[in-house]
């Protein structure tokens, strides 16, 4: 699933006999406008040869021809769309405008149900950072240039972060207010052992290693948290033997708050 550009959460892609999708129609109607299944590819975003192969697999599956193309003479030849074309068009727009009602009814119906709701919208954000966690805005101070700002994470725990005044006041944040708390793996500092110490960063979550998947370079160490929450850290494969980290170990993520970016909702 994901979230078209209007904001809705509800998307489906549309096709006719598993392959003619908007693609191959927007050619069609290009070329019906243009007559020229040059014009037409362009106007469609397609290539010149990849506009010919949608236009001739589906002519090699219809019953009856769907083109008709005219060389030379005194309009200059050209490329028309034939009366099965024409029908076959205008069936994919009825079908379309149904299918947004459809959509828009089944959105309407979602809208009565805020929990799911809530879930689907904080799932939709398409963003590279690994780290990503739901929870309420549980205190938040502004001062004259930055703020802190502390979520309550909906699977436990809080975690904090620091943002510029003006960023929190855009935000509009208050407590109370559903929020996204985003964290990159490389910003992410694994401790197996703190030896005694106390480490300056406001955030440190404990858990325990799930999983490890080494790359070529470095290995991505997931940790699962008390509240059943995961948490991503990128690590060297020469900190990973450091650490003696394996999967069943303790360990606690560290990160700063200044690493931490806070999404809303308006």
């Known amino acids: 699933m994901k979230t078209p550009a209007d904001g809705s959460l509800l998307s489906a892609e549309l096709r ?14 290009a070329l019906q406008h243009t007559g020229s299944i040059n014009r037409a590819a362009a106007t469609a975003g397609l290539s010149y040869k990849g506009a010919w192969l949608l236009l001739e697999s589906a002519c090699n599956l219809a019953n009856e021809p769907l083109l008709e193309t005219a060389t030379g003479g005194a309009g200059g030849g050209g490329t028309q769309l034939t009366d099965a074309a024409r029908g076959l068009l205008a069936a994919w727009h009825t079908l379309q405008t149904e299918h947004r009602d459809f959509l828009r009814v089944q959105e309407e119906r979602l809208a009565q149900h805020p929990a799911l709701q809530g879930l689907l919208r904080r799932m939709s954000m398409k963003t590279s950072a690994r780290n990503q966690f739901a929870g309420t805005v549980s205190a938040v101070e502004i001062g004259p240039v930055s703020a802190e700002v502390t979520l309550a994470l909906k699977s436990g725990g809080h975690i904090t972060a620091t943002l510029t005044s003006a960023a929190a006041r855009r935000l509009k944040l208050k407590k109370g207010k559903e929020a996204l708390a985003l964290v990159k793996a490389s910003a992410v500092v694994l401790v197996s052992d703190f030896a005694g110490w106390q480490l300056s960063a406001r955030n440190q979550l404990a858990g325990t290693v799930s999983r490890i998947e080494k790359g070529a370079v470095s290995s991505l160490v997931v940790l ?15 900190g990973l033997e450091a650490l003696g980290l394996k999967v069943g170990a303790p360990a606690t993520a560290v990160f700063k708050a200044y690493a931490v970016m806070v999404a809303t909702q308006p």
Request: net charge negative; hydrophobic share 50%; charged share 15%.
């Open 224 to 238: 699962t948290l008390p509240g059943g929450a995961t948490l991503t850290a990128t690590v060297t494969h020469e």
């Open 16 to 29: 006719l006999a598993g392959r003619l999708d908007a693609r191959f129609f927007a050619l069609l109607d």
